[in-house]
């Protein structure tokens, strides 16, 4: 009986030491079958020594900030050595790693194995259309285990459809048409460096020194309608970014965007590269997408927060180590509180959008229970918890809302710093001095503590920010933190009318969100997609996926539903629906006094318009 045999599935995993490993791995991938959306593996492992040798497939990732790897999708696992079939066993409780019985006097193994990726939603996030692709290198790869992932090279390879394009952060050292072989990379950087690729194609530079290039995939030809104006405002992002966080923390980045229907929507960043699929009318109806021009940005930012910059317990030696995500509020919230101000900054919104977007934030916030119980800090752990699975009751459970209302903080402490240093100085300084790279083009990793961003705090402005922080993200509240935009010169107001950014929202969304007013979300067939903890339409026992036949006895229409919410105002309004939740039908009034309440924000009348100021280009 062998030594595996013996030790059945429970053989151990080797925890990552911080040592090279001997030799490099060969892996090659096939990614021609799109229409079964196969991607089949070869991978190429020298063999350090005979026994056990453990293979891992990545499972903890960061920018997902949780184990999402689809092992799942993972199959037709097979090691040979010198054409033999070698034995391996799957681990009882790691399930992402396999032990492989290696004999004596053998020097490598080949690995091959399918990643069958997702052909329907159901499934997954879709990867691969008719006209494109999008490869996350974790996906199709099995790693030794032992070692830190900066120490395990790759020689990684591709082969795609006839007549497709790619792009990626590796550079691409040979290609004989159809495959191309990348850069030799460690782990870390290759896992870094996803790929996309299709037979639509442009490529357009972001700077004027050819470092940062906007790769454009799309499903058709048509959808590439680039003209200078829509350039221009991604261009001048790219500038206003670096004016706010200083030397660049990369030698080259690429933005991979995708417009689609087919491939799966997603924002994800990396070093040197970012992953955003968005729809395919970003650029041919440009005014009408608008809302949706903040993925890029935010993206970009996390090179400098979130890549260059991280939370000490968010960095691990290897992909099996788990991720501990405290630091999200900064690493998340103070990303998205900048991707609002380069959007203003740089013209991909205007400054009246940027602020309808804020009062979006805020009025969320004001109206959701859940941090009565529960505090932004405990949020973190969603990626874990949740997974960003549809949840029946979001606005009580909370979904990671060190997003939306961290950045709902750091406006706090960006207008509170202004105050305490009689606006001399702003939450741009503390930018360029924490995020900045040592040496502009270093890609390096500089982890950070708690104490350090309060340290770099009280070097701007003196103040209790430890008192601060632990009441904002460790305490339980009611409503949102609205002191930032008060400092900021303006008030969360209501008013009978949507603004343009929630209107392009909802037209995108395809929904009919009524939170303020009936406390629902419903889309345009009458399904409720959401429904406000202890709001009107919770205490008339409505609850997600109910569907709506009826409004005021007419069949639903968004329309229906908005003029009965218009007419209900008044002291007794209420809007009478019929509703259906699974074989029950009943007929409810919900109450409505207020008629529509869309947020807003409005001058303080002799206050500071530090919120403008903020929103203002850099020179």
Known sequence: MTELENAGGDYPVPAPEDVPFPGRIALHVDATDITRRIFRVREVVPVPAPGILTLLFPEWLPGYHAPQAPIELFAGLTVTAGGAPLSWKRHAVQVHAFHVDVPDDVAEVEVRFQFLSPTDGAQGRVLVGSEMLSLQWNTVLLYPAGYYARQIPFDASLTLPEGWQQACALAAVDSDGTTIRYETAPLDVLVDSPVFAGRHFERVPLDDAGQVHLNIFADSPDQIALTPEKVAPHRAMVDQAEKLFGARPFDRYEVLFALSEEI???????????????????????????????????????????????????????????????LMWVYEGQTQYWDRVLCARSGLWTPDWTMQAIALTAATHEARAGSRWRPMSDTTRDPIIAARATLPWASWQRSEDYYSEGSLVWLDVDTRIRVLTDDRRSLDDFARAFFAAEEAGTCTTRTYTFDEVVAALEDLAPFDWVRFFRDMIEGKHEGAPLQGLERGGYRLVYRDAPSNYWRNAETLAGNVNLMFSLGLTVDTQGKLEEVLWEGPAYDAALTTGTTIPEVEGRPFSPEGLRNAVARAKGPEGRVRLKVRAGRQERTVEVACTTGHRYPHLEPIAGARPRLLEILAPRG
Request: proline content about 6%.
């Open 264 to 326: 799966g929507s997603i924002g994800v960043e990396h070093h040197r590269s970012c992953e955003a699929v968005t729809l395919p009318t970003y650029f041919t109806d440009w005014e009408g997408s608008f809302s949706r021009r903040d993925t890029i940005p935010h993206e970009f930012i996390h090179a400098w927060n979130g890549k260059h910059r991280r939370g000490e317990d968010s960095w691990t030696p290897s992909f099996d180590r788990p991720i501990r995500n405290s």
